[in-house]
């Protein structure tokens, strides 16, 4: 039995790039999903990253019954502390310098919907930033505007500069999608990877 199309439920240029690399011929759509309502009361970062994941993907479930859907999010955390997209390069430079010095975690959870059942899982990552001045900050987000990232950088570009380790399983996941195991999951339901 075919396992159905492939729909990302996103719009992220991000994940999309990421899925394209497996080479499965997919879809994006919007998930409409209000993601402050989504969250609930949920304040534990990987639990608000798995449930916004889940709630994507069961939004365009709903829509697309027989497709296998993809949903995935990313919360980035300083301790219990979620740090969001900053949107503006003020704000990015300053959550830089929160992050400066320290390390802090970055949650990207995945889910797979697919004829009623879910999969899912989180990717944790940890990553410990180098001592960074404003200067050296502000600098940065001017040659890379990762306004649109959790955290403030962009680790697939310069944002690697910013630096002194990572921690994680699957380098991935950092820029939105751990491809390791979706590529895995992606099998077992019948999707030819590669």
């Given at each position: 039995?075919?396992?159905?199309?492939?729909?990302?439920?996103?719009?992220?240029?991000?994940?999309?790039?990421?899925?394209?690399?497996?080479?499965?011929?997919?879809?994006?759509?919007?998930?409409?999903?209000?993601?402050?309502?989504?969250?609930?009361?949920?304040?534990?970062?990987?639990?608000?990253?798995?449930?916004?994941?889940?709630?994507?993907?069961?939004?365009?479930?709903?829509?697309e019954?027989?497709?296998?859907?993809?949903?995935?999010?990313?919360?980035?955390?300083l301790?219990?502390?979620?740090?969001?997209?900053?949107?503006?390069?003020?704000?990015?430079?300053?959550?830089?310098?929160?992050?400066?010095?320290r390390s802090?975690?970055?949650?990207?959870?995945?889910?797979?919907?697919?004829?009623?059942?879910?999969?899912?899982?989180?990717?944790?990552?940890?990553?410990?930033?180098?001592?960074?001045?404003?200067?050296?900050a502000?600098?940065?987000?001017?040659?890379?505007?990762?306004?649109?990232?959790?955290?403030?950088?962009?680790?697939?570009?310069?944002?690697?500069?910013?630096?002194?380790?990572?921690?994680?399983?699957?380098?991935?996941?950092?820029?939105?999608?751990?491809?390791?195991?979706?590529?895995?999951?992606?099998?077992?339901?019948?999707?030819?990877?590669?």
């Amino acid at each position: 039995m075919s396992p159905g199309p492939l729909v990302l439920a996103s719009t992220s240029s991000y994940r999309r790039a990421l899925l394209e690399r497996l080479r499965v011929p997919f879809r994006c759509v919007a998930p409409g999903v209000d993601e402050a309502l989504a969250r609930g009361s949920e304040r534990e970062p990987a639990a608000i990253a798995a449930r916004l994941a889940r709630a994507k993907a069961e939004a365009v479930a709903r829509r697309e019954p027989d497709a296998v859907v993809l949903g995935s999010d990313q919360v980035c955390a300083l301790g219990d502390e979620v740090l969001g997209k900053p949107g503006t390069a003020e704000r990015a430079v300053a959550q830089l310098l929160r992050l400066a010095g320290r390390s802090h975690r970055l949650y990207t959870a995945v889910a797979i919907v697919h004829r009623g059942g879910c999969i899912a899982w989180v990717e944790e990552t940890i990553l410990a930033m180098r001592v960074l001045d404003a200067e050296e900050a502000a600098r940065y987000v001017a040659a890379d505007a990762p306004l649109d990232c959790a955290g403030s950088y962009k680790i697939e570009s310069l944002g690697i500069a910013l630096f002194e380790r990572v921690v994680a399983e699957d380098a991935t996941a950092i820029v939105g999608l751990p491809l390791l195991r979706t590529s895995r999951e992606l099998r077992a339901l019948g999707h030819r990877v590669p």
